[in-house]
């Protein structure tokens, strides 16, 4: 039933879109800007001591235009090192904004998804750790689809999104595997961002696209708050899966917390982030502990140097801890 109030809603979204007027064309222009990650890392545990590595995690091109009042867009790419040790070029974002009104927006193409966006920005810090929604694979962070983003006023929001599901490194193969996704947004007070969301993403039980009559789905779950005053940023999620990684009654969940804190007239900002994720609630000795803290050295303007402490430990194996020492750089 969700699934097809879903579907309904998306194809009400783009139809009440095409019914709308647009605002008047102006000339179009754009910009052009980039981010690279570049680490150095020490192991500093009996599993990893002396070794010592030189990577780059991530280097974003990307290209935002305006073509008219109304239409706005996103040409993103995504240059990234595998887990086969590969470098390889993505497309991450392709996207058109269309501003209906100053309440509606439709957003059709490769786009980023609605679980962990907002947050992440009160987080800030991917160049050092990922959220833990995207850290652990709960949702990949972009997807082919068509989202509506509602925006009532200046206090509340919500956003319906009906996508690939399968992120966008991967094709839609045509399969009923859909993920379809609605978030609340609200700001109460200034300062204050509370998500909600909630969503089923597609799957085949057996793993065979070919039959029919086998479609579960990975059922997601998550509420994050996030809270800015001045150079103070903190947060939190909590996020529950059930089938989780396409595995009939298995569930999931996880908790996350975070802040940073820039020192007043100071290059310095301190930074720090928890995050506990169990693959499966019912099992023992799985859940697995991700703690980060760090220092932000701003050097130059869109040059960061951030050394940083990054520990894994999962169920009862030894902690593995890696000392990093991130180079940001944006232009």
Sequence with gaps: MFRRLMTAAAVLL????AAAPTAAQVEGNGILKGRAYFDLSKGLSDSNENVMTYNFRRIYLT????????????FR??????????VRLYIKHAYADWKVNDMFTLRTGVQGTILFGDIEEVWGYR????????????????DFGVQ????????????VFMSNGEGYDKADDGANRKAYEVQGVL????????????????????????????????????????????????????????????TDDQKASGLSAFGRFGIPDSPITLLAKFDRFDP???????????????????????????PNIQQYKTGNADAETTFLLTFYWKW
């Excluded at 160049?127 to 972009?142: G, L």
């Excluded at 597609?202 to 001045?230: E, F, H, I, R």
Aim: glycine share 10%; charged share 25%; proline share 1%.
């Design 280 to 306: 499966d609630t019912d099992g023992d000795d799985d859940q697995t502990t991700y703690i980060v803290a760090g220092v932000d050295y701003l050097a130059a303007k869109g040059f960061s140097i951030i």
């Design 77 to 86: 790419t995504d240059v990234k090192q595998d887990t086969d040790g590969k």
């Design 187 to 246: 700001n109460p007070v200034e300062g204050l961002l509370v998500t909600g969301m909630f969503g089923l993403n597609g799957y085949d039980v057996d793993g065979d696209a070919d039959t029919t009559n086998d479609q579960n789905d990975m059922t997601t779950m998550d509420l994050s708050v996030g809270y800015t005053m001045n150079t103070l940023n903190v947060g939190g999620s909590f996020t529950s899966i059930s089938n989780w990684n396409k």
């Design 63 to 74: 290209y935002d235009m305006t073509m008219s009042d109304a239409v706005k867009g996103r």
């Design 127 to 142: 160049s050092v750790a990922k959220t833990m929604q995207d850290e652990f694979k709960i949702r990949s962070s972009a």
């Design 148 to 159: 509506g983003r509602l925006k009532f006023n200046d206090m509340v929001g919500v956003n």
């Design 14 to 17: 783009v139809v009440v879109a």
